[in-house]
């Protein structure tokens, strides 16, 4: 009968993994995208009359991400959002402000790009400022009137140096008249890509936040979903981030980045101690691509094998091959002296194959096809957690 549940439960993954958002199925979508190409590194037009920038590279690999083939207008920035709204667009990527106001007439994706104020420093400073704590005692340049000048006048040991453009103000920092920058953090990066000779980088956090989003046609629901979706796998692969680097020369924000997380097929360390550890080590074990038993029941106490947690011989082989991202999955852990119960909130990312993007369904509805509302655990005498279906008997 447990290996009957588990075959089951394996069914039921195969199949939730083939469900993929329409426009991911239909190779033959195509989507129309506006953009005004004057805004450098976000878009603009080459010398071989072609738009290129973060943005368009960004789009183009969510739309492979997602099955879409994209056509690129460049037009006027005035009236874009209205033509978005009319339908003269499916969607609109030109580094554009989330606003309120504009979704009112329009949808946003989730953010894609944090444009918000950022440090800048000489590199040899670049290990000793990440945070505005660290500008204390350093002269910070500013354009005067800016949102950089209001925050560096708010900071208490800094002097605060203003430009009326902010051009001079990297000029400055290039000739060690000042010691950091508070700016718009794409205005800065571009200033710094485009004069290598400064030996300026950016550093630390955004300061403040302004998201940049994917502006789409309130009727293409379908397309705000898929570019969503593909937007979590591109930023969780570290694809976004390689473009970003391209770019922008060096790493995006900590929200763009591949979360640290138990991934597929990559074994972590256990830590016996720690119920949750305990069971994030037996469920990466299991998803490790090809487990034994006898590596599974490592987790659990004696008579463990009993559990629909620890499958068969035969029922472990049909999960040869797929593995799980963890990233998503979230433990909630209730200790009541030696025994614990832990239960599961979140999702698990599904992958079938190599190099295959994981698709993700709630952990509930996974444990659920085996009957588990709960997984519980024994302390022992060395203060070690196994798993113990029988504590709660």
Do not use: H
Request: hydrophobic residues 45%; charged residues 25%; aromatic residues 8%.
């Amino acid at each position: 009968m447990r290996t009957l549940k588990v075959l089951l439960i394996l069914a039921v993954l195969v199949a939730a993994i083939g469900v993929l958002p329409a426009a991911a199925q239909d190779d033959d979508t195509k989507i129309v995208v506006g953009t005004n190409a004057e805004y450098p590194p976000f878009e603009t037009v080459d010398d071989n009359d072609e738009i290129v920038g973060f943005d368009i590279d960004l789009l183009t690999a969510l739309a492979e991400d997602a099955g879409f083939e994209v056509e690129f207008v460049n037009t006027k920035w005035d009236g874009i959002f209205v033509a978005l709204s009319e339908g003269e667009f499916d969607a609109v990527i030109s580094a554009a402000t989330i606003t309120e106001e504009r979704e009112e007439i329009i949808d946003f994706t989730e953010p894609y790009f944090n444009a918000g104020q950022t440090i800048a420093v000489t590199a040899d400073l670049a290990e000793t400022v990440e945070t505005v704590e660290d500008l204390v005692g350093l002269r910070v340049g500013v354009q005067l009137g800016t949102t950089g000048d209001q925050l560096s006048s708010e900071l208490e040991g800094v002097e605060t140096v203003r430009f009326d453009e902010i051009t001079l103000a990297f000029q400055a920092l290039g000739a060690g008249e000042i010691d950091a920058i508070i700016n718009d953090g794409p205005v800065s990066a571009d200033i710094i890509a485009n004069n290598p000779d400064l030996d300026a980088v950016l550093v630390g956090e955004p300061l403040s936040d302004e998201f940049y989003g994917i502006a789409v046609n309130p009727e293409r629901s379908d397309v705000l979903d898929a570019l969503n979706l593909s937007l979590e796998n591109v930023i969780a692969s570290g694809e976004y981030a390689e473009i970003y680097e391209e770019w922008f020369g060096m790493q995006p924000p900590s929200m763009f980045l591949p979360e640290e997380e138990t991934a597929a097929g990559d074994m972590m360390e256990v830590d016996f101690t720690d119920p949750e550890s305990v069971v994030l080590g037996l469920m990466n074990t299991f998803f490790s691509g090809d487990p034994t038993v006898e590596e599974l029941l490592a987790f659990g106490c004696e008579g463990a094998e009993t559990s629909p947690l620890f499958p068969t011989e035969d029922a472990l082989a049909g999960f040869a091959g797929i593995t799980a991202d963890l990233s998503k999955l979230e433990l909630v852990v209730v200790e009541e002296g030696d025994t614990a119960t832990i239960t599961g909130e979140g999702e698990i990312g599904l992958v079938v194959g190599e190099g295959a993007e994981p698709t993700f369904m709630p952990v509930d509805m996974l444990l659920g096809q085996l009957g588990i509302t709960q997984i519980d655990l024994v302390k022992g005498e060395d203060g070690n957690w196994l798993i113990c279906p029988a504590a709660a008997e």
